[in-house]
Each structure stands twice: as structure tokens, then as C-alpha cells.
């Protein structure tokens, strides 16, 4: 009888440390496993680990992109020929130029981004953290929709992540345009 507990005992442990491993594994494999490290790292001030979680050359293409919706004519006003023209050459040219203006200006771009963040003080780093473990995420397969809300403003940040194939690392790969405005505006405008 006793050999039988034993054996009850060991099984039990062996399907409930399995399924806590399959649990920490499905969690570590996760968008908000990634947003919370980045939020850890930038609290360490590890600037590396942080942009582990950050594809930036896929953010910025997708902001040049968005910028380019700007300058698009309103749809209640006709553009003539020549205007079409020469946004379609614009467009091109900035697809071509792109991939190499970032890797001329990669570190430069890095740099800005790393001298704002390691000026942050520890409350809106805290801030950025807890809006990480909280935020609203909307996975489907290897992509995820993000949503963080400022607890203090109510303000959100909406922003794309992808699993990266080569690691299975998650990373934020393009930000919304409209709440990137928003954000310099309110940081870097008085």
C-alpha cells in the first residue's frame, strides 16, 4: 500500500511539474513575457537587453511610410498628373533610400533613442512597467496588437510586435503613427 502512495505521489508531482513547465514555457514565449523584459532591462538601464525587445529599422520604415500618408492630397481634392507622378517617384525613392539611410544613420538613431530613455527618472520608468503588465494585447500566431495606457493620463500607445523566426523573440516592429505624434508633441513641444 505504501509503494502505491509512492507511486501516486510521484506521478502527480511529475504531471503538475510538466504542466507548470508547459505553463512557464506557453509565458516565456509570450508578447508580454518581451514587454516585460524590455520594461526590466530599461529599469537596469541595460540599454543592450531593451533593444533585444525593438526592431528598429522596421519601426522606422513604418513611420516613414506613415508620414508618407500625410502628404497624400485629400481625397475631396484632385490631384493633377504630374503631382501623382512625382509622389509615385517619392514613394519609390524613399524605398530604395531608406534601407540605406538607416544603416548609415543605425547607431545615430539608437543613440537619441538611448540618450531619451536613460534621462527617464525611476517613476515613469515604473510607469512604463506597470503599463507593460498590464497592457492590452491581441496575439494571432507569430503577430500581437498592443495597447498600452498611461495610468495617469489615460493615454494610449498602440504599437505591433512580431515573433522573430531565427529566435522566436518577440519585438515591437512598428508604432502608430497617430499616438507617436502625440507622444513628441507632448514630450519634446513645450
Known amino acids: 500500500m505504501r509503494r502505491k502512495t509512492w507511486i501516486i505521489a ?6 503538475g511539474g510538466a504542466l507548470a513547465g508547459g505553463l ?20 537596469a538601464r541595460d540599454m543592450d537587453k531593451f533593444f533585444k525587445y525593438l526592431k528598429l529599422k522596421d519601426i522606422l520604415s513604418d513611420f516613414v511610410e506613415s508620414c508618407s500618408k500625410d502628404l ?28 540605406k539611410l538607416f544603416e548609415a544613420f543605425e547607431s545615430q538613431i539608437r543613440g537619441v533613442v538611448e540618450r531619451y530613455l536613460l534621462r527617464l527618472d525611476n517613476s515613469q520608468i515604473l510607469v512604463i512597467a506597470a503599463a507593460a503588465t498590464v497592457a492590452q494585447i491581441d496575439s494571432q500566431g507569430d503577430e500581437a496588437g498592443v495597447i498600452l495606457t498611461d495610468p495617469k493620463t489615460k493615454d494610449t500607445l498602440r504599437f505591433h510586435m512580431r515573433r522573430q523566426p531565427n529566435h522566436g523573440t518577440w519585438q515591437i516592429v512598428s508604432v502608430n503613427y497617430a499616438d507617436l505624434k502625440r507622444f513628441s508633441k507632448r514630450e519634446f513641444h513645450p
Not at 29 to 38: D, E, K, M, T, V
Not at 72 to 99: I, Y
Open 72 to 99: 497624400e492630397v485629400p481625397t475631396d481634392q484632385q490631384a493633377d498628373e504630374w503631382s501623382k507622378l512625382c509622389r509615385q517617384l517619392g514613394r519609390k525613392f524613399a524605398h530604395v533610400l531608406l534601407p
Open 24 to 43: 512557464y514555457w506557453r509565458w516565456a514565449n509570450s508578447p508580454r513575457y518581451a514587454l516585460q523584459q524590455a520594461a526590466l532591462a530599461l529599469q
Open 10 to 15: 510521484v506521478a502527480i508531482m511529475l504531471l
